[in-house]
């Protein structure tokens, strides 16, 4: 009789033992067991997650566990990255519109173009100097050879580059659209089920928000890609100074004792035909004035200094 209560108390112990190493190897299978599955396993088990994610959604957009693992399978050094590359350069030039066609010259010439520019010319007395930017998308891969090109233009006075590995914000976008497409899923097999106007007008409110917010996600993915796939150069060119318009110069007049004795004639001779020309030319305009209103005046005049005579 003794001997069985004693090993109903080890068989206890026993028990609670197990129990125990049952919960701490639980409690050590959550968060930290997937993280490490998914640095280590990269797309085989971080796959599994992210395709499981939707089913236990609840429309946030794939804030749960599937988009975080399908984040740690991205950043498996086998897959490629997602890079945003953009670059600015600040450069002195002896002219700005040669400048100007060589750097829209280097953005073709590596499989770009040009996305905007501006021009602004400041004006000081005569003297005028052109100054400008223009802003390159090229392709990323030649990113390096287009941002060199470019500082070969002029002299450089400031240059700049950088970049954003947007990899985890493109693997995010992907899950938040598994989810939501689950969710629409769904949403029209309960609208084609539902046999009520209430119910159908409800998930088709829902349906509408879901679809809105799938063609949003589908456009910050597009930027994104668009970003990544064409590097941005923003080119600031300046000419060194005012460059001075030119101007014509008036003709010296000689002093008045070095004129010529037959131009001061001729000059003289001028002067009296112009002097006359004009006095023949304000008679005749004064002259019909004169015959209208002077005649009858004089004729008033002579009646009236008669009759005083009389």
């Given at each position: 009789m003794g001997e069985r209560p004693r090993r109903r108390t080890v068989l206890a112990l026993l028990l609670g033992a197990l129990l125990v190493l049952a919960g701490c190897s639980g409690l050590g299978g959550g968060p930290d067991a997937?993280?490490?599955?998914?640095?280590?396993?990269?797309?085989?088990?971080?796959?599994?997650?992210?395709?499981?994610?939707?089913?236990?959604?609840?429309?946030?957009?794939?804030?749960?566990?599937?988009?975080?693992?399908?984040?740690q399978s991205y950043r498996d050094p086998n897959r490629s990255q997602a890079i945003i590359r953009t670059g600015s350069a600040t450069l002195r030039v002896a002219s700005f519109e040669g400048a100007r066609e060589s750097v829209i010259s280097v953005a073709r010439e590596h499989g770009g173009y040009v996305a905007g520019s501006d021009t602004n010319v400041e004006r000081v007395g005569n003297r005028t100097r052109t100054t400008g930017s223009l802003r390159l998308r090229v392709r990323s891969d030649r990113f390096g050879e287009a941002f060199r090109a470019v500082k070969a233009v002029?002299?450089?006075?400031?240059?700049?580059?950088?970049?954003?590995?947007?990899?985890?914000?493109?693997?995010?976008?992907?899950?938040?659209?598994?989810?939501?497409?689950?969710?629409?899923?769904?949403l029209r097999r309960l609208y084609d089920e539902a046999n009520d106007t209430e119910a159908i007008l409800q998930v088709g409110e829902k349906l509408s928000s879901v679809q809105e917010r799938i063609?949003?996600?589908?456009?910050?993915?597009?930027?994104?890609?668009?970003?990544?796939?064409?590097?941005?150069?923003?080119?600031?060119?300046?000419?060194?100074?005012?460059?001075?318009?030119?101007?014509?110069?008036?003709t010296p007049r000689p002093s008045y004792h070095e004129t010529?004795?037959?131009?001061?004639?001729?000059?003289?001779?001028n002067g009296v035909v112009v002097t006359v020309r004009a006095i023949l030319v304000?008679?005749?305009?004064?002259?019909?004035?004169?015959?209208?209103?002077?005649?009858?005046?004089?004729?008033?005049?002579?009646?009236?200094?008669?009759?005083?005579?009389?």
């Amino acid at each position: 009789m003794g001997e069985r209560p004693r090993r109903r108390t080890v068989l206890a112990l026993l028990l609670g033992a197990l129990l125990v190493l049952a919960g701490c190897s639980g409690l050590g299978g959550g968060p930290d067991a997937g993280s490490a599955g998914g640095g280590d396993g990269g797309g085989s088990q971080g796959a599994p997650e992210a395709a499981d994610a939707p089913a236990g959604g609840v429309g946030d957009g794939g804030d749960g566990r599937g988009g975080d693992a399908a984040a740690q399978s991205y950043r498996d050094p086998n897959r490629s990255q997602a890079i945003i590359r953009t670059g600015s350069a600040t450069l002195r030039v002896a002219s700005f519109e040669g400048a100007r066609e060589s750097v829209i010259s280097v953005a073709r010439e590596h499989g770009g173009y040009v996305a905007g520019s501006d021009t602004n010319v400041e004006r000081v007395g005569n003297r005028t100097r052109t100054t400008g930017s223009l802003r390159l998308r090229v392709r990323s891969d030649r990113f390096g050879e287009a941002f060199r090109a470019v500082k070969a233009v002029g002299e450089v006075r400031k240059a700049s580059s950088d970049s954003e590995d947007v990899s985890d914000q493109l693997v995010d976008i992907e899950a938040r659209l598994t989810n939501l497409r689950t969710q629409r899923d769904r949403l029209r097999r309960l609208y084609d089920e539902a046999n009520d106007t209430e119910a159908i007008l409800q998930v088709g409110e829902k349906l509408s928000s879901v679809q809105e917010r799938i063609e949003r996600l589908q456009a910050q993915r597009r930027a994104l890609r668009d970003e990544v796939a064409y590097a941005t150069i923003t080119v600031q060119l300046r000419e060194p100074g005012l460059t001075p318009t030119p101007t014509a110069s008036p003709t010296p007049r000689p002093s008045y004792h070095e004129t010529d004795l037959g131009g001061a004639l001729a000059a003289s001779v001028n002067g009296v035909v112009v002097t006359v020309r004009a006095i023949l030319v304000t008679l005749a305009y004064v002259g019909p004035f004169a015959l209208v209103f002077g005649l009858p005046l004089a004729a008033i005049g002579y009646v009236a200094r008669k009759q005083d005579m009389v």
